[in-house]
């Protein structure tokens, strides 16, 4: 209930803001749909920032159901490929890892992933930051290869501009893997 009456709280301000009379060479029926598209664009954008503000105070779950709805939003008006989408899919993501909860996590992280490389104003940070999360939650799963290649292809992306420290907890998990791995083949090697 809280959320739909912010939702509309953020529509209705949107609409008072936009009360101004306007030449526009749109039809009245198009005026109304660039509207509508403009409300549930900050529909979205408010719904985000509700969700993050939850996550800050320990209310996940609360978060991804704010999460989801912003995306919907977000979808509708700015269609799947859009930063705004990965950035929720990114937030949604560390909602859904915070609860363990590393299938719904990995999704989210694999479409955000998807976006981020897709734009060119994307800082590699942010795609080594998306690989760096993805490679925790496989490392977590015992998908040792999923995370050692997740691991990989961070370390190239930002051997680009990376500080020496970065790179020294990079090989450092590396290693862990690898050992963790190893491990794991002489427990089943044994119990076989």
Do not use: W
């Not at 912003?70 to 490929?81: C, E, F, I, R, V």
């Not at 990114?90 to 999704?107: C, I, K, P, T």
């Not at 496989?138 to 501009?161: H, M, P």
């Amino acid at each position: 209930a809280v959320l739909v009456d912010v939702r509309e709280n953020a529509v209705t301000a949107s609409s008072n803001r936009d009360k101004s009379p306007r030449r526009c060479s749109l039809s009245s029926s198009s005026r109304q749909l660039v509207k509508g598209e403009r409300e549930q664009g900050e529909a979205g954008r408010a719904l985000h920032v509700i969700a993050t503000l939850l996550v800050e105070r320990k209310k996940t779950k609360e978060a991804i159901s704010c999460f989801h709805k912003a995306l919907l939003y977000k979808l509708a008006t700015q269609g799947p490929d859009h930063p705004s989408v990965a950035r929720t899919r990114r937030h949604m993501g560390d909602a859904f890892l915070s609860q363990h909860e590393y299938e719904n996590a990995v999704s989210c992280y694999v479409e955000a992933l998807r976006v981020e490389r897709l734009q060119e104003g994307c800082t590699q940070k942010q795609v080594v930051v998306t690989l760096q999360k993805m490679a925790r939650i496989y490392e977590k799963a015992n998908k040792y290869d999923k995370a050692i290649d997740c691991y990989l292809k961070s370390l190239t992306l930002e051997n680009t501009g990376a500080s020496e420290q970065n790179r020294k907890e990079l090989f450092d998990a590396l290693d862990k893997l690898v050992h963790n791995r190893q491990r794991d083949d002489r427990v089943r090697e044994e119990a076989g």
